[in-house]
């Protein structure tokens, strides 16, 4: 039986060696999985990614770094030299199949049970706009001595300080 790791392996290790290859590890690098190539091979671990997809994405993640760490130990030493790990990797997945159990039509669909579940949407944006921030409490530092001191904001006031 192949394991989850090894199938990885195989199936992205050029991508990965791209990767390993690249000389800054404090950029994220993302690899692209193919859920429903993944699903073939793994029905019931990929059945869970509904579930609970951040374990899921964290376990892929994981394994992809396992990936790099078997690449670099297999490489000659003046070669190993030039191959750093990267803990930056951000897992995409495509080919997602449009099953049921994931499917929305529209946002309106969205429910407190979807919360916290990977959900797929269709749909075009029409208007986007930039992030408001929403603070209720806001840390101050007196330059002098160094106390701080936290304020919260009022709601009535539209969340002003």
Do not use: W
């Amino acid at each position: 039986m192949i394991t989850i790791c090894s199938y990885l392996e195989e199936r992205y290790v050029d991508k990965v060696k791209s990767i390993v290859m690249e000389r800054d590890p404090n950029l994220h690098y993302d690899v692209e999985v193919d859920l429903l190539e993944f699903l073939y091979h793994f029905p019931y671990e990929g059945s869970r990614f509904h579930e609970y997809p951040r374990e899921f994405l964290k376990f892929i993640k994981k394994c992809l770094v396992a990936v790099q760490s078997k690449i670099i130990a297999g490489e000659e030493e003046h070669v190993r030299q030039f191959l750093t790990l990267k803990k930056h990797l951000d897992v995409r997945l495509a080919n997602v199949p449009p099953l049921k159990e994931i499917s929305l039509d529209t946002i309106r669909n969205i429910r407190q049970c979807h919360v916290g579940k990977y959900m797929v949407l269709y749909g075009t944006v029409i208007r986007a706009t930039s992030i408001k921030n929403r603070e209720t409490k806001k840390d101050f530092a007196c330059k002098n001595c160094g106390k701080i001191y936290t304020a919260s904001s009022d709601i009535l006031e539209y969340n002003q300080f």
